[in-house]
């Protein structure tokens, strides 16, 4: 079967209105918790905060945040909550899969494809639950690193948007392409999420890093702080990239196509980006940079490997004096190449984040503010961080161990005001995240499609209520058998050609599929399929339909054809089968529709059965539905 | 002294960048032959029958293989009209047809596509008035001659297999068949070390004597197998020099007066190698016995082979077209008394004014001068060679209506 996407448009009304309403019920159940902790907070201040006065936390010697550190968080989170924002986007439940995820993994290994069609299919199966839940748990994320400053929660913070930043690298940007041909620094190598994870873990790494790595060998070997460390790896991986800039056989000289040569990546790149909407000035920003790539490629190709290399030299040595102009320097060369050639990374197409050079410059920036001001703050810091190591010796967390939680509660908020701040703004965050994972993943882990996705491509099943026309065919075992034989049992029937080549064999596995879904059921559930060919009517065609669909081990299913065509013809007639020969070449035409008769002989649904697209996602989604009906139908008293 | 470790893993680093980018340069993808390459058999052939002339060919989008139908042709004897059956058919034909006939019926088989998987199979003894169905229960295989009809009914098929492909029988109706041999079992006869088959790539009918054809790997050598009534026996030749050192496929097998021709091919990338052996006995050909061989035809590697037509009286045409387009047609023909045992080479190819752009299909006409069958999407336009001014004159013109995408799954 053909594709993994559901096969339906990005912009399909249905699903889009369905994803957002199921945003909206998310929303508002958000709403109400973070309601909840705004009482309590009031709380809090009312009976707690008011009895701190402002020289306890002096008294107590806690120190303010770092503001590299700051910087990070504050940044990283901002960027969370962006992009959370970007996975609300309309053509995100549809467009994900085929548009980001698969185009992703597109020239890297198999191993790296099949991981990222495990997670095209689980998003293409729900595309209500699945996108929902990674807009909050990116929203969470971020609220949660903006509110939580430091302790224990703002480490947790860290940690989670280091995990979560892992799992979008590897599985939604195929890991960043370092395995994929042809990528480079330029196009957002190595990813912009493997950014975050960086920043994570620096921003979980305890605070006195930032003033002096306490781990001899790896402070000798990376700088004295991690603003130092930071900067060097990222000297480091500018003059790697530079390499792959320069490397003659990836053709980052070439530039528009001419006598044989293929053109350059980024002229490709930007031939393709031409294909997306964008804004006006996105578009002729990228349209006269690509004028002028394509005459003037190997120049800055050149310019690009020399500012790379001199950035990259500089920042690994970072001598005093060049240290600020570096950071200009690839601050200036980021953004242009956000601008010209990542196409600010959101605005064109289905973007989910800004690309790398924003996370490239947060963490330059991180860099460059922890090489200067980890100098100048040494000395205070340094008393800072002594006096809280002394404070933390005696922190009421030791002495209140024997004491209840409130009592102990009560100490900590007393000595640090703003634990109670950053423990509800931390509970807060959780909580979105859950409220938005909790169903994602149970849905994730459901094997069935949304029958949503069915109902876009064939709409709503029709309910009647009118009595099943009588039929008398054969089946593949050329046993008689009438609709009044199986009353007392639940039927779905259909139409199919046994010679058909491409929607029968759909609609038959969607029938399959569902008699597995219904489970015990099935025994009360008789799956049926009258033959639409006027030429191929004998029943060895009928058993070589079964055996290719691998229908004849399922005890409920009948593929039914008439002794004679005026049989076959007058049940067509009754059902509304419409049977003609199409003018030339192709199939015989028949309705694609099945109706759901009850116990007593009365049809009850009558749906679409035309597959659409014919992919895995809508046969699933629509056999899910058939199995929701027969369910019903059977049950119904 | 400090800096020292730094350079070192600076070094390190551009080591491994440059690993990388070695590791990751853009590779050229490699090219695998289509099913619409210049190493793929053409499909498109025709039949004469003492009942009329069948010819099968595509029309429609003929790039693309959603929109590209197979249609079934006939002219009745006596008859300068033909007409479309595409009604008889009664399902999508993307895959292609293949046409047998004997005396007394004609088969068409429809070759699966997309999901289905098993073979259709109608057949008429009365010029197409009325039709029966048989049903050969699996795929039939991509070759010109994979279906054939023997003089008492029964027929044989080569079909796809997951092990390689394989020979079935059926002895009655065509709705029942029965596994004959496969490449697995022809490897172990007899003599068939000789030959080396790799491939079961024909069958056909000298009478009422199953033959199939193979792909040999030793060179000079052609690889036929007979069934003498309980087993399969191998039957190949030997090549003369100037085809020793080719790899032989048998890609046609007809019988022709007493006789029976068997059109040979070898392909490289550069050149496309067709020669005819042909054997005078109908009955008892064996291994020992003499064939045979024409002069080679040398095609450019580049050109696409279209059609490989047998004619009425013995020998084929073989329908090219050239990378601009534009097409050749060879016709292979015997001297009148032909088929007589001999050792030099007999046969000659000749070159015939090329068809009007957009053959499809050379039929053997009613006055043994082919007919070109030219198609321009859903039009189909008949052409004659005339005899005199060796000019391809129009004789029928008419339209298919063809639904596009209705095979679009």
Same mark, same amino acid.
């Given at each position: ?23 909206? +019920?998310?929303?508002?159940? *958000? ?14 201040? %009312? ?145 912009? =999420? ?6 994570? &873990? ?224 931390? *509970? ?28 876009? *491509? ?180 | ?100 006939? +004997? ?17 259709? *199979? ?30 008492? +009914? ?6 796809? =297999?997951?092990?390689?492909?394989? &020979? ?14 496969? %490449? ?120 696409? %082979? ?104």
């Amino acid at each position: 079967m053909p594709g993994m996407s559901s096969g339906l448009r990005t912009n399909n009304q249905l699903i889009v209105s369905a994803f957002h309403h199921q945003l909206l +019920n998310q929303g508002l159940i *958000i709403l109400f918790v973070l309601l909840i902790l705004t009482v309590l907070w009031s709380y809090l201040r %009312l009976h707690f905060l008011q009895q701190t006065s402002p020289s306890t936390q002096e008294a107590l010697g806690l120190h303010r945040e770092f503001i590299a550190r700051r910087v990070l968080r504050i940044g990283f989170g901002l960027l969370w909550i962006f992009d959370g924002i970007l996975q609300a986007q309309s053509s995100m439940p549809l467009g994900m899969p085929s548009q980001v995820l698969q185009p992703a993994a597109q020239n890297s290994p198999i191993w790296v494809q099949h991981l990222v069609h495990f997670v095209s299919t689980i998003w293409s199966y729900h595309p209500l639950l699945v996108p929902a839940s990674v807009v909050w748990i990116q929203v969470g994320i971020g609220l949660w690193l903006l509110s939580a400053s430091r302790g224990i929660w703002s480490r947790y913070a860290a940690i989670t948007s280091t995990v979560w930043g892992a799992l979008v690298w590897a599985l939604g940007e195929s890991f960043g392409g370092i395995f994929s041909r042809g990528q480079s620094w330029t196009f957002g190598l190595p990813g912009a =999420a493997l950014l975050y994870c960086i920043a994570g &873990v620096l921003i979980a790494l305890p605070e006195n890093f930032w003033h002096n790595i306490p781990l001899r060998r790896f402070g000798y070997l990376l700088g004295r702080n991690l603003g130092s460390a930071v900067l060097q790896v990222l000297g480091l991986f500018f003059i790697a990239m530079a390499t792959l800039q320069a490397w003659p056989g990836r053709g980052s000289w070439n530039g528009s196509p001419h006598n044989g040569h293929p053109g350059g990546p980024i002229y490709l790149m930007l031939t393709q980006m031409a294909h997306t909407p964008q804004p006006h000035f996105l578009s002729s920003t990228l349209a006269s940079f690509q004028g002028f790539d394509a005459n003037h490629a190997w120049e800055i190709n050149l310019f690009v490997v020399i500012a790379l290399s001199l950035i990259g030299l500089t920042l690994w040595i970072q001598p005093p004096k060049f240290n600020r102009p570096a950071l200009v320097g690839a601050v200036v060369l980021c953004i242009a190449t956000w601008i010209s050639i990542q196409d600010l990374g959101f605005l064109g197409g289905t973007g989910t984040d800004p690309n790398s050079m924003i996370p490239t410059i947060l963490l330059l920036v991180t860099g460059y503010l922890g090489i200067s001001k980890s100098a100048t703050l040494s000395d205070t810091s340094t008393t800072g961080i002594a006096t809280a190591t002394a404070s933390n010796s005696t922190t009421p967390d030791t002495s209140y161990s024997h004491s209840s939680i409130s009592t102990r509660l009560k100490g900590r908020i007393l000595a640090d005001p703003s634990y109670a701040r950053r423990t509800l703004g931390s *509970i807060g965050a959780l909580c979105i995240i859950l409220i938005g994972a909790v169903p994602g993943v149970a849905a994730a882990s459901n094997p069935n499609a949304n029958p949503i996705v069915a109902q876009a *491509i064939n709409g709503a099943p029709q309910p009647v209520s009118s009595p099943a026309p009588a039929f008398d065919l054969i089946d593949q075992n050329g046993r008689s058998v009438s609709l009044a034989s199986l009353r007392g049992k639940t039927i779905a029937l259909t139409f199919l050609d046994d010679v058909c080549v491409t929607t029968c064999p759909l609609i038959a596995q969607e029938f399959r599929l569902a008699d597995q879904e219904i489970g015990t059921l099935s025994r009360k559930v008789v799956l049926i399929a009258i033959n639409s060919n006027p030429r191929f009517i004998t029943i060895n065609y009928l058993e070589a339909f079964d055996q290719q669909e691998q229908l004849t081990t399922i005890p409920n299913w009948l593929f039914l054809t008439g002794r004679s065509m005026k049989q076959l013809d007058s049940a067509w007639k009754d059902y509304g089968d419409l049977v003609q020969y199409l003018p030339g070449g192709s199939m015989v035409d028949h309705s694609e529709i099945a109706d759901i008769i009850g116990p007593q002989g009365r049809i009850r649904y009558i749906i679409n059965t035309d597959p659409g697209p014919g992919t895995r996602v809508f046969a699933s989604s629509f056999s899910n539905q058939l199995a929701n009906l027969l369910e019903k139908v059977a049950n119904r008293k | 002294m400090k800096l020292a470790p730094k350079f070192f893993i600076l070094a390190i680093g551009i080591v491994i960048a440059i690993s990388f980018a070695s590791c990751s340069q853009t590779h050229k993808e490699t090219q695998f032959p289509t099913a619409d390459s210049n190493l793929s058999l053409p499909l498109s052939t025709s039949i004469n029958t003492s009942q009329g002339t069948w010819a099968v060919f595509p029309m429609g989008d003929l790039s693309n293989h959603f929109n590209r139908f197979w249609q079934l042709f006939y002219q009745p004897p006596n008859s300068s009209s033909w007409t479309n059956l595409v009604k008889e058919v009664a399902t999508a034909t993307n895959g292609g047809l293949s046409i047998t006939s +004997n005396s007394t019926q004609t088969v068409v088989a429809i070759r699966p596509s997309f999901y289905l998987q098993f073979t259709p *199979i109608i057949s008429t003894r009365d010029q197409g008035s009325t039709w029966s169905n048989g049903l050969l229960d699996h795929k039939l295989a991509t070759y010109p001659n994979s279906l054939a009809l023997g003089s008492n +009914n029964e027929a044989l098929a080569v079909v796809d =297999a997951p092990g390689g492909n394989q &020979v079935y029988a059926s002895t009655r109706n065509l709705d029942t068949w029965k596994f004959s041999i496969d %490449l697995k079992k022809l490897k172990q006869l007899r003599g068939s070390r000789l030959c080396q088959p790799t491939k079961i790539t024909a069958v056909s009918y000298l009478g009422d004597t199953g033959i199939i054809g193979v792909d040999c790997s030793t060179p000079g050598m052609f690889g036929l197998y007979r069934y003498n009534g309980s087993a399969w026996q191998f039957s190949g030749g030997h090549l003369p020099s100037d085809l020793s050192n080719f790899r032989i496929s048998v890609v046609g097998i007809d019988t022709v007066r007493s006789g029976a021709e068997v059109l040979l091919d070898n392909r490289s990338r550069n050149q496309v190698t067709l020669a005819v052996a042909s054997i005078e006995s109908s009955q008892n050909f064996a291994y020992s016995m003499k064939w045979t061989t024409s002069h080679i035809l040398s095609i450019n590697g580049k050109a696409r %082979l279209i059609c490989l037509s047998p004619i009425s009286n013995g020998g084929f045409y073989v329908l090219d077209s050239t990378r601009s387009g534009g097409t050749t047609l060879y016709q292979f023909s015997m001297p009148n008394s032909t088929l007589t045992k001999g050792i030099a080479p007999l046969g000659t190819w000749t070159f015939l004014s090329s068809p009007p752009i957009g053959t499809q299909d050379v039929v053997s006409g009613s006055n043994s001068l082919p007919l070109a069958m030219q198609v321009n999407k859903t039009s189909l336009s008949i052409w004659s060679l005339n005899q005199t001014t060796r000019k391809w004159d129009l004789s029928q013109s008419s339209h298919v209506s063809i639904q596009f995408g209705s095979s679009n799954p």
